[in-house]
């Protein structure tokens, strides 16, 4: 399968997506609103994801999607404001929308794991966004548990021309690219292949409460990697990893998050692109990521992205530190 109309379909709504994020942050600033699990969320993650349903919805409609979010919230009387600037935001982009049809967009991301399926989610890293750090708009393709194709717009990764905005794109057996947010042109992208660990990055999350920083920097000691650990909002550590800017991505649960399992939105788009940059991406047990099961990883216990070739060594380290 090459997977074109999905590609050209995918691309041009993580970029319109991409846009309002933008657009948000820079005529109603960074505000947001706490949901039930006290995360935050603002007009853009809502807006974002009505973008990409509308679009899944009209061209695959036989496809369910899989998104982070959710409407519910918005029929809080004292969410008005917000419901509103979310419709402007979006019929900005699509002049026929109303509100009933952007709620109905946006509830549309509700959908069950099927044979074949779309996950995304409209801003990962929404923490990093209202920072004014990196986020990530993110949406895969699976079918068959398996994710087949991949597309992170990173509006804030730097670029090498001193620019910023960066698309990641990759599909089963076609390699990874990159190209600018507003541009066209691809450029192949491959995982940095060293294995001294004295001359590796790893990364992690910005945020202490994602993962284990003490089980992550022990993990750093068995290895001998040296280097302070790069830390980056969202998804685009994937990003990072596929282009040879870092080489290992730890996800370690905290004790106290033992039991919370990982969103599938929040890493099957990094998965395929650092695979299909030469990487590797497994549990901390060495087992593949299993996208058959739901919205949540619950076949596997955090996540372990590097180059490939330190990948087994990075296992050992991490078996040893549990
Ligand atoms: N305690 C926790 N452990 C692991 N992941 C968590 C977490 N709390 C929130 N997250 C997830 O971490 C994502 C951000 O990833 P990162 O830490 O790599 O920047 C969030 O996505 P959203 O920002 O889409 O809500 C959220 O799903
Ligand atoms: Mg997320
Ligand atoms: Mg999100
Ligand atoms: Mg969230």
Redesign the pocket.
Known sequence: MSYQPEKQLALKIVKQAAKLCQRVQQTQGRKAVQKADT?PVTVADFGAQAILCQGLMEAFPNDPVIG?EDATLLQQPELEGVRRQIIEQVQHSIPAATPEKVIDWINWGNGKVAQRYWTL?P??????FIRGDQYAVALALVEEGEVKLGVLACPAFPREDNGKGVIFLAIRGQGAVEMPLDGETAQQIKVDPSSNFEQLYRIE???S???DRQVQTAIDQRLGLTSIAKQM??LA?YGAIARGDAHVYTRV??PQ?EG?K??IW?HAAGVIIVEEAGGRVTDLDGKPLDFSVGAKLSNNRGVLATNSVIHSQVLAAIQQEQ
Not at 123 to 128: P, S
């Open positions: 995360s982070e989610d801003i990962d890293g929404t923490k990093g999350s910005v945020e409460v994602h993962s909002d969202s550590k649960p905290l998050f919370k990982e969103n929040d």
